[in-house]
């Protein structure tokens, strides 16, 4: 299974696009996630790389960086690809529902930590100044966004919320099929 490290080349695209939100006026306006996205559907997927800030973009490239270059190391590329994107697509199906207007792509990335958490749940992770299992940082991200539900705070957490099951799911189907195969070839040889 070659590497092609594609959370690099999402990366790329994604602060491109930062890139002409800042330098293009109205370019937000016709991508973002909105009311308009259900006779828009693009949106759905479109919104997943914009940003609102600098800081918004490091947090989600960091996080795409990390989570993702170690996911497709352990699942592939094509996997990855598609954890990714049915996760974004599918927080933002659910997310459109709660929010006036949203981007960004932590429904995605929340969908690749979801997977992880369940292909690797005791890979060791650096999180809120801590070494922690997988699956620990992931209970920890999860009731964060639950309790942010609560407290208005400008972040999209039903996506998260959603984008985290999804690729729970998604990483059930992965690491079943990987089991398989492993079993079929130990009684093979």
Known sequence: MKF???AFKLIGIIALVYLLQLFIHG????F????NSWTEIWRFVTSIFLHGSIAHLF???????LFG?????LIGGKKFLIVFFVSGVLANLISVNFYSSSLGASGAIFGVIGALIVVRPLLIVWAFGLPMPMFVAGIVWAVGDVIGLFIPSGIANIAHLFGMAFGLIMGLLFRKKKIRTIKSRISID
């Not at 947090?59 to 960086?65: K, M, P, Q, S």
């Open 59 to 65: 947090y989600n490239g960091f996080a795409l960086l």
């Open 32 to 35: 973002l996630l909105n009311s």
């Open 27 to 30: 370019f937000t306006d016709l």
């Open 69 to 73: 270059s170690i996911l497709e190391r």
């Open 4 to 6: 092609k490290f594609y």
